[in-house]
Structure formats: structure tokens, C-alpha cells
């Protein structure tokens, strides 16, 4: 959601015997800062925009760095203009183009790639980094942003700050950019083929297909709709896909290496997002154009040039902003192992085969693949035919570091009508439902 607000405080924490923290670090040349608990590592380039540049979970690293840019600082005034993607995860302003002062051209300016400070914040409970740029003359923008984590958690949690620099009202939307690394962890010369997105499909969509291509091949066989979710797996091709999505989340799943992420964001249904896209994907890739001669050809640039990997993109509401006001958009990430078909994504974390419940000699038969957000244990409700909570059994204990599959039978002496599991988090808060179905051959409700 967009709100005005202040900054406050973070910190480095222990609780429980484990700690976050905050250190100064070389990475691939570059002098960075980075923030760890026992469970992610954050590296930061605050020269490059306030750039994360990379996230791990488990040892894994989910972000493209671009190998062309390692370790380098190219000026504004050295980019003449262009675009220098050195990789990460950074936010930008929407809408995008060249239309008026009311759109960004994409290039490296203050707000991509200029020198950010960074600063470790104090509070009692967790680990609060804040970034903050310099104002910007093009758009009057400057942005501001704080990045924490628990001491005891994987969640990432981001607070993105809009502020209007000049003395004129402006509006803009702010844009979380992620970008994913595709090339193969068996073979980096090559893309990776098991790598998927997933974002809630909008049954009232504004697009005529419920996403909208806004470039490239318009029946790319990447992008599909199925089971109310929007399905994107990644082929070598160019291509930018636009979905209202009314979810407040994206998933992306790498099938080679079994790792995923899901990005949530609050949902304003009654606001104004740009182009009406709420979530966008962007492909890079060869693309198809026109030659001198008027013949279409693809277009392939060099290897350095075009490396494989995918943006994935939040968009906050446009938000109108009075001189020296202020505006947050705030997103939380959470890692996971994960399966790469995804069928569902609550608070809890991802579905990856949905929950069946059968009934069984004396009881029933519960299956389902679950890629949990938090450190627990799964809980099974049994519901009477009454719809009343009749029973609880816990079941396996489970962790975002392994995919859970359940695969248990159910005593039970009532004739039950339906199931529903839910994430119990190491501390005993509920983390709600991860998934829900009707028992095959239970009771029928009344």
C-alpha cells in the first residue's frame, strides 16, 4: 500500500542465541555492505543506486549479476545516455517512456546508479539497513530505502520512500525490479528450461487475455493462464507480459535447482496503477525485427550483451505527491525450496500439489505438496459435516529450507465433510491456510 510516512529505527539483534549483522564486505570487486542471519545473506553495492545486488537462501543465489559490469562504477556522464545494467534488485519509477515529464527514460541516471548512502539503524528486535539517494533533477524524485530482517527469520522486508524533491506537484508510481538469474547452474553458456513465474490471475481483468503483452511476440508460448493463476515459463525470447494481478504476490521457481521466491505487496483495488499493471515480467532474450530491407530476422546480440535473465516487477499505485511529500510502498520476500509447478500461494507459502483428502478405513488419507514461509509445523482441521472445527492433528514438522510433502492417514470416529492445513510457526502463531479441499467420499454438508 502507498502511505506518507517517517523513517524509524533498525538494529542488529539476538534473539533466541541467533543474531543478524551487518558488515563491511568485498564482492566481486566492489566495496559492499552485507546483512545475514543464519538463514540469508543481503549484499549491497550503495554506489550503484542502492543496489542489492544479490540475495542467498540455503547457499543459493537467486539474483543475475552481470559478469560484463563486475566490480566496475560507470558515471552517468560515462553512459552517454545508455543503460548500464550491472544486475540485482533496485526500485524504479513508473510509468516508463519518453512521452512527457510524467514518464522515465530508462538509462543510467541518479535514481538507477547514482551513489547512495548506507547506514545500520538501531532498534531492539531486528536488522534494519537504510539506503538514500541523492534527489533527482529529471523526474524530482528521491528515493529512500530500508531493508530488514529478523534475527530468526528468512523474511526479507523492504520499505521503499518516494519523496518529491521540488517545489511541484508530481505523481508517480515506484517499481520493485528484480532481476532472476536464468543461465543454467549445470551449464552457465546455456538458459536454464525448468524456470517459472506465477502471479494471481484477475477473473476482471482490463486485458482482453487477462495479461497483456506489451512487447514482443503477442502468442509467445511462455505465458498461459490455468487454475486462476498467471503461468510464465521462461523461454529464450524476448518479451514483456503485463497482468493486473489483484493477488498482492508473485512467485518465481527455478526447477533445475528446486529453490523459489515469493514477493508480496498490498493490493489497493480501489487505486490507479500504471497501465493498469499491478505485476510485470520482462523476458531478456533475442527478439524479432525489422532488417534494412523491410525482412523480419532475430535479432541476437553478443553473449556480454545478452545474458539470460528475467525481471520481475512490482508496481505500486500512482500517487499524486505535494511538494516535499512523501509516499511508501513496502514488500516482503520470502524464500523457499519449492517444486516448480505452483497451483496456489497464500500467506503460508506455495501449493505445489494441492491437498486430497480421502476417505479411508477409519479415517481418511491426506497427500499434498506444500513449500512452507516459516519454521513450524503443519496442522490438519477436520471439519464435521456441520462445518465445525471438529478436529486438529499435527503433523510433520517443516522448514523453508525443504519442500514438505504430506502423505498421512487420519483416525477419526465422525464422518468428516472437509480438511484444511494450516502453517504453525516455531513461536505458535497461526500462519494461515496453505491449503483446503472437500474429503472424497465424506460427508456431504447441510
Not at 519523496?163 to 552457465?188: E, M
Not at 512467485?251 to 505487496?265: K, L, Q, T
Request: charged content about 20%; glycine content about 8%.
Amino acid at each position: 500500500m502507498m502511505l506518507v510516512v517517517g523513517l524509524g529505527l533498525g538494529s542488529t539483534a539476538t534473539i533466541w542465541g541467533q543474531k543478524c549483522t551487518v558488515e563491511a564486505v568485498q564482492y566481486k570487486g566492489w566495496q559492499a555492505e552485507q546483512l545475514a542471519n543464519r538463514w540469508v545473506k543481503l549484499t549491497f553495492v550503495p554506489q550503484l543506486g542502492g543496489r542489492l545486488m544479490q540475495v542467498e537462501f540455503d547457499g543459493h543465489p537467486y539474483l543475475f549479476v552481470n559478469p560484463r559490469f563486475a566490480g566496475q562504477t560507470i558515471s552517468s556522464e560515462q553512459a552517454a545516455g545508455k543503460w548500464i545494467n550491472y544486475g540485482g534488485d533496485k526500485i524504479w519509477p513508473m510509468p516508463e517512456g519518453n512521452d512527457d515529464e510524467q514518464h522515465w527514460v530508462l538509462e543510467s541516471s541518479l535514481l538507477d546508479d547514482g551513489a547512495y548512502s548506507f547506514k545500520t539503524l538501531e532498534q531492539s528486535a531486528h536488522c534494519t539497513v537504510l539506503l538514500e539517494g541523492p534527489a533527482d533533477p529529471v523526474t524530482g524524485l528521491q528515493y529512500t530505502r530500508q531493508v530488514s530482517i529478523d534475527a530468526d527469520s528468512p523474511a526479507i522486508r523492504f520499505h521503499a520512500l518516494m519523496h518529491n524533491a521540488t517545489a511541484h506537484t508530481l505523481k508517480w508510481s515506484v517499481q520493485s525490479v528484480s532481476q532472476y538469474n536464468l543461465a543454467s547452474a549445470a551449464n552457465p553458456q546455456t538458459f536454464n528450461r525448468d524456470f517459472w513465474a506465477y502471479t494471481e490471475e484477475n477473473p476482471s481483468s482490463s486485458y482482453l487475455d487477462h495479461f497483456h503483452v506489451r512487447d514482443g511476440l503477442v502468442n509467445d508460448p511462455s505465458f498461459s493462464i490455468e487454475g486462476g493463476l498467471f503461468r510464465l515459463h521462461w523461454m529464450n525470447l524476448q518479451n514483456e507480459v503485463w497482468v493486473d494481478s489483484p493477488g498482492g504476490w508473485l512467485a518465481v521457481v527455478d526447477g533445475e535447482s528446486g529453490f523459489g521466491m515469493i514477493e508480496r505487496f498490498d493490493y489497493d483495488s480501489s487505486a490507479s496503477y500504471p497501465g493498469k499493471a499491478t505485476v510485470i515480467f520482462y523476458k531478456n532474450g533475442p527478439s524479432i525485427r525489422m532488417n534494412d530491407a523491410g525482412n523480419p530476422e532475430i535479432a541476437i546480440r553478443p553473449q556480454l550483451q545478452m545474458p539470460y535473465y528475467m525481471e520481475a516487477e512490482v508496481n505500486s499505485p500512482l500517487v499524486t505527491l505535494k511538494p516535499g511529500a512523501s509516499a511508501a510502498f513496502d514488500t516482503t520476500w520470502y524464500p523457499v525450496h519449492a517444486s516448480p509447478q505452483v497451483v496456489r500461494v497464500t500467506e503460508a507459502g506455495l501449493t505445489s500439489s494441492s491437498l486430497e483428502a480421502k476417505v479411508s478405513a477409519g479415517g481418511i488419507h491426506v497427500d499434498g505438496i506444500f513449500s512452507p514461509v516459516a519454521e513450524g509445523h503443519l496442522e490438519l482441521r477436520v471439519y464435521d459435516h456441520g462445518g465445525r472445527d471438529t478436529k486438529r492433528v499435527t503433523l510433520d514438522q517443516v522448514s523453508p529450507k525443504s519442500v514438505a510433502t504430506v502423505h498421512a492417514d487420519i483416525p477419526l470416529d465422525f464422518k468428516p465433510s472437509r480438511v484444511a492445513l494450516h502453517l504453525i510457526a516455531s513461536d505458535g502463531s497461526d500462519w494461515g491456510l496453505l491449503d483446503e479441499a472437500k474429503v472424497q467420499g465424506g460427508a456431504e454438508g447441510k
